[in-house]
């Protein structure tokens, strides 16, 4: 059974720290491209990051570049999103995405708020 689980989410001030975990199972990681995704109060989901499957190259949101950092551990399932200097407007619920030639496996997502 293919799952995704987003961990990490919680509440951190302004100009705190987090880091996101998405655990995999049901399927062979290293093939798949994976995604961070953000859904906001009142707002769509919208792209954060990127990690590709075959180099490990990765794409930010210019929201978030210098700011956040994708990685990911093949051997253990594991993608990670490091959050750094938070801002009250990164205030979303953070989903993973594994992609394979057009094959979408979602998470159910961890929330973020950034509050004083």
């Known amino acids: 059974q293919v799952q995704l689980v987003e961990s990490g989410g919680g509440l951190v001030q302004p100009g705190g720290s987090l880091r996101l975990s998405c655990a995999v199972s049901g399927f062979t990681l290293e093939y798949y491209a994976i995604g961070w995704f953000c859904r906001a109060p009142g707002k769509g989901r919208e792209g954060v990051s990127f990690?590709?499957?075959?180099?490990?190259?990765?794409e930010y949101a210019d929201s978030v570049k210098g700011r956040f950092t994708i990685s990911r551990d093949n051997t253990k399932n594991t993608v990670y999103l490091q959050m750094n200097s938070l801002k009250p407007e990164d205030t979303a619920v953070y989903y993973c995405?594994?992609?394979?030639?057009?094959?979408?496996?979602w998470g159910k997502g961890t929330l973020v708020t950034v509050s004083s």
């Open positions: 995405r594994a992609s394979y030639y057009g094959i979408n496996y």
């Open positions: 990690i590709s499957s075959a180099d490990g190259s990765t």
